[in-house]
């Protein structure tokens, strides 16, 4: 299995603020058919309904203590494109989201984000684990398959803070 770890630094902000923002990135578009449910906060367990509206569809989730989807991922590849659809959860109280493949190319495919509020930035930590399922070809698959994640992670990185600064 491969593994992948991107560490970002983003100056000038707060962890909750970097949190909300990745969890905006990895929620499913409402537009997708994609579905996601909140366990508590925002929306009610009771009522089993959600804020709706153009303006609530991605901000109602932030702000509840936990948040489950499932979305559809493609990853482009320089023979094709990937694709899957993973399982992602937002967890507020640990400032982390987690992944997984539920269907999809990958054998295995799951990770997670974590924030960190450092004392003059925020660390953002990207990791994923992959696996193809196909022993005699990983050697020549994982390399590529993990700059493409990579640079997929680095342009939502730096498309999300401008002061995303990536370290070594």
């Known amino acids: 299995m491969r593994h992948v770890k991107v560490d970002t630094s983003v100056a000038a902000a707060r962890a909750d603020e ?6 905006r990135w990895e929620l499913p578009d409402p537009d997708s058919g994609s579905d996601w449910a909140w366990e508590s906060g925002v929306a009610s367990p009771e009522s089993g309904t959600a804020p709706s509206g153009p303006d609530t569809a991605f901000s109602a989730p932030v702000l509840a203590r ?14 094709g494109t990937l ?9 507020r109280d640990g400032l982390r989201i987690s992944f997984a493949q539920t269907e999809g190319d990958f054998a295995a495919f799951h990770g997670q984000w974590t924030v960190h509020q450092d004392v003059e930035a925020v660390v953002l930590r990207f990791e994923a ?40």
């Open 129 to 168: 684990a992959f696996d193809f399922g196909v022993e005699s070809m990983a050697g020549i698959l994982d390399p590529i398959a993990e700059q493409a994640v990579r640079d997929t992670v680095g342009r939502a990185v730096t498309g999300m803070f401008d002061s995303a600064e990536f370290q070594a």
């Open 83 to 91: 694709r899957w659809s993973e399982e992602i959860v937002g967890h």
């Open 66 to 79: 936990r948040v489950r989807g499932i979305r559809a991922r493609r990853l482009e590849f320089p023979s």
């Open 18 to 23: 970097v949190f909300d923002a990745v969890l």
